[in-house]
């Protein structure tokens, strides 16, 4: 059984940056075809796709997050992390680690963490 | 980017009840579209991938259809635990500078 478990502070301060690292199970982030992703969903409910990384380092981001993403993978610990720069009140959200599965060019998600919620405030 | 529009935003049904939940693409994504479902302070979960086919241990009164820029997701008769809210999910990324994009959700609530 594949599990997915994001951890980090809840609250950071606006112009800080928030660090969030997800610890797989019943999985490896070494695993072919599979892109271990971040996604946040905003309090009125909209989901967010932030970016992923394989396993071989190649990282994707949103474009419209780029300058301040960094996502990185730690393979002797089974996990993959995010950290987000400069973040505003606008970054307040539920933080969500998933496991994407590849289909041609794009992924699917079938595996989610619990979510963490990350509120950005003084 | 591609936008996913999601309709309706709100359905009210009763137990029993086939209910029809759209999803629109801006452009054509071929079949690159999965279903989830989300219950209160839960992640979502995935119910249906490549537009039409089940994820393992989903049940068969869901199913999904579509390709290109329109697609829908069938409850045939809902159930007291399908109250949920549903997004759709496009997953076309076939430029380096495109990504996912998910609609914006469709609560089922009771009638």
């Known amino acids: 059984q594949v599990q997915l478990q994001e951890s980090g502070p809840g609250l950071v301060k606006p112009s800080q940056t928030l660090s969030l690292t997800c610890t797989v199970s019943?999985?490896?982030?070494?695993?072919?075809?599979?892109?271990w992703t971040w996604i946040r969903q905003y309090p009125g409910k909209g989901l967010e796709w932030i970016g992923y990384i394989y396993y071989s380092g190649s990282t994707h981001y949103n474009p419209s997050l780029r300058s301040r993403i960094t996502v990185s993978v730690d393979t002797s610990e089974n996990q993959f992390s995010l950290e987000l720069s400069s973040v505003t009140a606008a970054d307040t959200a539920v933080y969500y680690c998933?496991?994407?599965?590849?289909?041609?060019?794009?992924?699917?998600?079938?595996?989610w963490g619990q979510g963490l919620l990350v509120t950005v405030s003084s | 980017d591609i936008q996913m529009t999601q309709s309706p935003s709100t359905l009210s049904a009763s137990v029993g009840d086939r209910v029809t939940i759209t999803c629109r693409a801006s452009?054509?994504?071929?079949?690159?579209l999965a279903w989830y479902q989300q219950k209160p302070g839960k992640a979502p979960k995935l119910l249906i991938y490549k537009a039409s086919t089940l994820q393992s241990g989903v049940p068969s009164r869901f199913s999904g259809s579509g390709s290109g820029t329109e697609f829908t997701l069938t409850i045939s008769s809902l159930q007291p635990d399908d109250f949920a809210t549903y997004y759709c999910?496009?997953?076309?990324?076939?430029?380096?500078?495109?990504?996912?994009?998910f609609g914006g959700g469709t609560k089922v609530d009771i009638k």
């Open positions: 999910q496009q997953y076309n990324e076939q430029r380096s500078n495109s990504y996912s994009t």
């Open positions: 452009q054509s994504i071929s079949v690159w």
């Open positions: 998933a496991r994407g599965t590849r289909q041609w060019l794009g992924e699917y998600f079938d595996y």
């Open positions: 019943g999985d490896s982030v070494s695993s072919i075809g599979h892109y």
